[in-house]
């Protein structure tokens, strides 16, 4: 067993023994192995040390003088030391070592032992304390996501968004290309820069780039760089968005904008892993984590000839599907409160709020928009409201209007009878709700539902929170 194996990092470990010998040949075994060893003639002489330092560790002889090994055990849970006790004793049977689990201790080691079993038990120990930490720091990173009802600024009450936001924190922690999918205005870019904040590139680079805003001839040097000299107006050599982005992350929005000439020289730099400026001869190795975004269905345009299949796969290793608003008409509500909070820290306004009958307007509305759409109305609103809130006066005139002059498949966005009464069901229970402030009994007799009925059907459609 290797030292790295042991200890990739100096640690404190206290030996407790009356025994000089066990006391030395301890000592001499674990600090040639990397850890910092104190040790203690006797469970008294221990506790004031653990009192007194940071372990990490702690080596304890059962019978001893003064204050033996399970009293050390009963009387060390009054100091905060967070070590990680270990017993060891000659006379070891099946009942000490159970007595010694329930007071605390993490294992039992029974004299003689060997150098090996000592080394393991740690090695265990020290894997059981990183796996705890581990799941200390997912349960605070999950617990902050939940108190802000969102994913690095987005907010969020529905399921599928809550699922969104779960597998956006998994993705965030490794290197993996993601695929980001939506209608324009469902935050796909606020996704792509929560999973860059919340990877371990947080302190490098992430740019952002559309790639329908950009000339087709300027897009290889706008991705790669360019060398002095290479085309007119080339007075200098300048860095390309990947080099600019090394370390960090690059976000791709509308990818599907991309020629197909493009295409192939993304693919090459996703292959290789490196780049070559316009104009130069080198090869230059780049380390950027790739997020991709589009509003397309980029499997119909690989059918059409308009997308490389190779570079669609490479690309789609993990798709993230925002959903639009209209699927998830419960975060109306929240969203557009936290869109006025935003106005009035932005322009000085104190709109207080908005009546619950423009609520409901605007949870009839289909948003074509999206987010971003919600949030233009909500500005404008507040702006127009003379009372301090937002009443349905204040709302463009044609939210919230009734679809009869609008294709079904476009209210729906679907052919499927099954699918189309799921959408209906879920937005009208929705409505009810958010008409009769959340009470259920109420909701249960506008809807004509029997209470079971709609509580199952609000599980169903993940409305728990409304």
């Known amino acids: 067993m290797s030292r790295s194996e042991l200890s990739d990092s100096r640690q404190r470990i206290l030996v407790i023994d009356d025994e000089e010998n066990m006391r030395h040949m301890l000592s001499v075994l674990l600090a040639g192995h990397g850890y910092v060893v104190d040790c203690a003639a006797d469970g008294r002489e221990g506790l004031d040390m653990l009192g007194q330092k940071q372990y990490q560790f702690v080596l304890c002889d059962i019978r001893m003088p003064r204050l033996d090994g399970m009293d050390f055990l009963r009387e060390s849970r009054d100091i905060s030391h967070g070590a990680t006790i270990i017993m060891m004793s000659a006379f070891g049977t099946v009942e000490s070592a159970i007595e010694a689990m329930k007071e605390g201790a993490y294992d039992y080691i029974s004299k003689p032992f060997k150098a090996d079993e000592i080394l393991l038990t740690l090695n265990k120990a020290r894997e059981r304390e990183r796996l705890r930490q581990e799941n200390v720091r997912l349960k605070k990173r999950l617990a902050d996501l939940e108190s802000r009802q969102g994913f690095k600024g987005m907010v969020a009450r529905s399921k599928a968004m809550h699922e969104v936001f779960s597998l956006a924190l998994k993705v965030a922690r490794h290197t993996t290309t993601v695929l980001i999918t939506g209608e324009s205005g469902t935050g796909k870019e606020l996704i792509a820069r929560g999973i860059h904040a919340e990877s371990p590139r947080r302190d490098r680079p992430f740019l952002a780039i559309n790639c329908g805003s950009i000339p087709e001839n300027l897009l290889e040097s706008e991705f790669f760089g360019s060398m002095r000299g290479a085309f007119t107006g080339a007075d200098q050599d300048r860095k390309g968005l990947f080099e600019q982005a090394e370390g960090g992350t690059l976000f791709l929005d509308e990818i599907g904008e991309l020629p197909l000439g493009m295409q192939v020289k993304l693919l090459r730099v996703l292959q290789e892993r490196t780049i070559r400026r316009i104009g130069g001869s080198r090869e230059i190795p780049v380390d950027v984590r790739i997020l991709c975004a589009t509003a397309r269905d980029l499997a119909k345009e690989v059918q059409a000839g308009q997308f490389r299949e190779d570079l669609y796969f490479r690309l789609n290793v993990v798709e993230i599907r925002l959903p639009p608003l209209r699927e998830r008409v419960e975060d109306i509500p929240l ?80 052919y499927s009878l099954k699918k189309a009464k799921k959408i209906m069901e879920k937005r009208l229970i929705a409505r009810a709700l958010e008409a009769v402030g959340g009470n259920k009994s109420r909701a249960a007799e506008l809807l004509e539902l029997s209470y079971p009925s709609l509580l199952a059907k609000i599980r169903e459609y993940g409305l728990q929170n409304n």
Not at 341 to 361: E, F, M
Not at 391 to 408: A, K, M, Q, W
């Open 335 to 414: 969203l557009a409160e936290h869109f006025l909070h935003k106005v009035n820290a932005a322009t000085g306004l104190q709109v207080k709020g908005i009546s619950p009958s423009a609520v409901s307007r605007l949870v009839a509305n289909p948003w074509p928009g999206n987010v971003r759409e919600l949030e233009n109305v909500i500005e404008r609103a507040a702006i127009l409201a003379e009372k301090q809130i937002i009443l349905p006066e204040n709302l463009p005139d044609t939210l919230g209007s009734r679809p009869e002059n609008r294709r079904i498949d476009d209210f729906f966005n679907t």
